[in-house]
Antibody
């Protein structure tokens, strides 16, 4: 079945970077974009950006532009999200997902990766 | 960026009640809207896409409507398992989520 498996929880110090991975299975990885969405404790879902898994094109939310990089390795069917210059406000659960919309008709989410930023 | 505003932010109703809440977009998004259900500690689950079409396997008590800038989500008969936070999400221009409506049982 279609599945997105994310890497494990991370604890980082302020100013550091984090890189979260998302391995896809059960479908042709390059046929669907991969989105990254985060959710701080008790807060709303927040879209960070997406990557066209076929050609590698990316689009980012203005809020994270310049601080986030989304990449993919098609040979490993894996997408990555790197967030730099972390602060305590980046403490959140980070999800990868193939969202329904914009011509794509599959909506699957990973279980989430908890990133804690603390000194 | 397109802003999505949900109201109310929370509501409390009795089992069997009809529950409706809304989502407003800051500009016309046609029917490019999804509704998600999220339970604590879980990833969101898609219930409605293209504003009004139910995802396969979603109970018929869930429905969506609207177009342009105003959208509604209705639970026709609230069940205990419907306790969750519901999010609207636009995909007309990039992606934006609403602030959520938390549904509780009275």
């Amino acid at each position: 079945q279609v599945q997105l498996v994310q890497s494990g929880a991370e604890v980082k110090k302020p100013g550091a970077s984090v890189k979260v991975s998302c391995k896809a299975s059960g479908y042709t990885f390059s046929n669907y974009p991969m989105h990254w969405v985060r959710q701080a404790p008790g807060q709303r879902l927040e879209w960070m950006g997406w990557i066209n898994a076929g050609n590698g094109d990316t689009k980012y939310s203005q809020k994270f532009q310049g601080r986030v990089t989304i990449t993919r390795d098609t040979s490993a069917s894996t997408a990555y999200m790197e967030l730099r210059s972390l602060t305590s406000e980046d403490t959140a659960v980070y999800y990868c997902a193939t969202l329904y919309g914009q011509g794509y008709y599959m909506d699957v989410w990973g279980k989430g990766t908890t990133v804690t930023v603390s000194s | 960026d397109i802003q999505m505003t949900q109201s109310p932010s929370s509501l409390s109703a009795s089992v069997g009640d009809r529950v409706t809440f809304t989502c407003q977009a800051s500009q016309d998004i046609s029917k490019s809207l999804n509704w998600y259900q999220q339970k604590p500690g879980k990833a969101p689950k898609l219930l409605i896409y293209d504003a009004s079409i139910s995802e396969t396997g979603v109970p018929s008590r869930f429905s969506g409507g609207g177009s342009g800038t105003y959208f509604t989500f209705t639970i026709s008969s609230l069940q205990p398992e419907d306790i969750a936070t519901y999010y609207c999400q636009q995909y007309d221009n990039l992606v934006t989520f609403g602030g959520g409506t938390k549904v509780e049982i009275k």
